[in-house]
Each structure stands twice: as C-alpha cells, then as structure tokens.
C-alpha cells in the first residue's frame, strides 16, 4: 500500500464523522459532501506527516469550510437585498411551519413592535458582524468544538449576568478553548437563537415559545469573536432596544 493510498484510508476512516459535522451546520447533504471533498483536498496539499491529530485537524478544516460557505450565502443575500421575491418563496405554506419557525416569527413581530432598528454602526461593518455571528450560531447549533474554535478569538471573553448562568459557573470565562467547550456542554439552546439588532449592533436572542429568555451581545474584532455577553435579568432586557431587521 503506497504512503497515499493509507492516508485515504485514514481519510475514509473519519468521512462519515466529517460529514455530521457539515450536515449540522451547512443543512444540506450536498454541500455537507463538498465540504468533505474540499477538505480531502487540502489533506493531499498538506505534509500529513506533520498531523498529531487528523480527526481534530479534518474536523477543523470541515469547520472552516463550512463557515465560509455559510458566509458566502450571508453574502448573497446581502446581494439580492431590495429584489422583490415572490410572494410563494417568502410564505412558501402560510400559517404552517415548524415550531422554531413559529418562535421566530413571534420574537419578530414583538422586536419590531418595540423598536424600527437603527443600526449603530455603518453597513459594512454591520454587514460583516452578522457573517461572523451567523457563523456563530452555526457553530453552537452543530456543537463541534472545533466548529466553534473556528470563528473565536483565542483570548476571548464571555461575561454573563447572573440570570444568565447556572449556578456554579463563574460570571467571566476567558479563552477560546474555554469558552468554546461550555457552548458545546450549556449551548443546547442555540436551535432557538435568532440574529437580531441588540442596541444597534448584531446579536443574538434566545426566545423559545416567542419568550425572550436571554439576549448576546458580541465584541467581533478582525472577524472573530472577541468577546460576548450574555443578558436575562429581566430589568437589563427590558432596556434593550431589540429589532430583527432581516428575512
């Protein structure tokens, strides 16, 4: 067996774990296996030899892989943004849909009740804040630690009010691995965050039932997370000014 033909097998060794990884953050089967293949190819680019950890090392290429094509839809949109859709694509079964669709739903109508959503910083800066904030979520929603690593800066920073934490975990967490392993653990609830304005500026809000429970506020410097902070007192989120400005 030649030195390329083990490290395909290796390869195919970790495929099936690859591709749950990109399914649970891409949704989608076919750019879940595009991703595997993309990583694939960087695999034979790259002296394996110098891989401790190939599983770690392909779940962390996947990763990336799959957050720069979440990116590149984000990118899209922004591109189609004023065209009109037809009115089957946008209420493709008015009144159905699924519970967490139902929740977002709710939480955006009650937002833009509250508040029009003024954006606090430019459009581009605000654009780019919410590719890495999608990421994010994408990211929590897969809960692959690697995924997560992908888009946080090594020294960031999670703060959080006490409504926010359980008991037992300390109010400020430091560092990307850190941090990156309790969203894996406590992050269950990401399936019922959404993007939102929070202030002005791109955040999170976690909203199951259409009740809003925690709000995120983030820190995002050179397109990573720097820092964030999660609100639920009840008194810190009544004076936010939340909006959901987005389809």
């Known amino acids: 067996m030649t030195e ?57 290429v996947v990763s990336r892989v799959c957050l720069d094509l979440l990116r590149s839809r984000a990118a899209r949109r922004e591109d189609l943004a004023g065209h009109q859709v037809p009115e089957e694509i946008r209420n ?80 400020e967490l430091r560092g990307a691995r850190a941090v990156a392993e309790e969203i894996v653990v406590f992050g269950r609830n990401a399936r019922f965050a959404e993007l939102a304005l929070v202030n002005g500026a791109v955040g999170m809000l976690v909203a199951p039932g259409g009740r809003l429970l925690t709000a995120l506020t983030f820190t995002i410097k050179n397109d990573q997370i720097a820092g964030y902070e999660l609100i639920a007192d009840p008194g810190r989120l009544r004076q936010l000014d939340l909006a959901v400005p987005w389809p």
Do not use: C, I
Request: proline share 4%; aromatic share 4%; charged share 25%.
């Open 4 to 60: 390329h033909d083990a490290l395909a097998e290796r390869f195919q060794g970790q495929r099936g774990h690859l591709q749950a990884v990109a399914y649970r953050m891409l949704g989608s089967l076919s750019e879940a296996e595009d991703a595997v293949q993309e990583a694939w190819l960087r695999l034979e680019r790259t002296d394996a030899g110098g891989v401790q950890n190939l599983a770690a090392w392909l779940t962390t």
């Open 92 to 171: 493709p079964a008015r009144g159905v849909g699924d519970p967490e669709q139902v929740t977002t739903k709710k939480l955006a109508s009650r937002a833009r009740q509250r508040v029009r959503g003024t954006p606090a910083v430019p459009s581009a800066e605000l654009a780019r804040s919410r590719r890495v904030v999608e990421a994010f979520l994408a990211a929590s929603r897969a809960g692959d630690v690697d995924a997560v690593l992908a888009v946080l800066a090594p020294d960031v920073v999670r703060v959080g009010d006490r409504a926010a934490l359980p008991a037992g975990r300390a109010a």
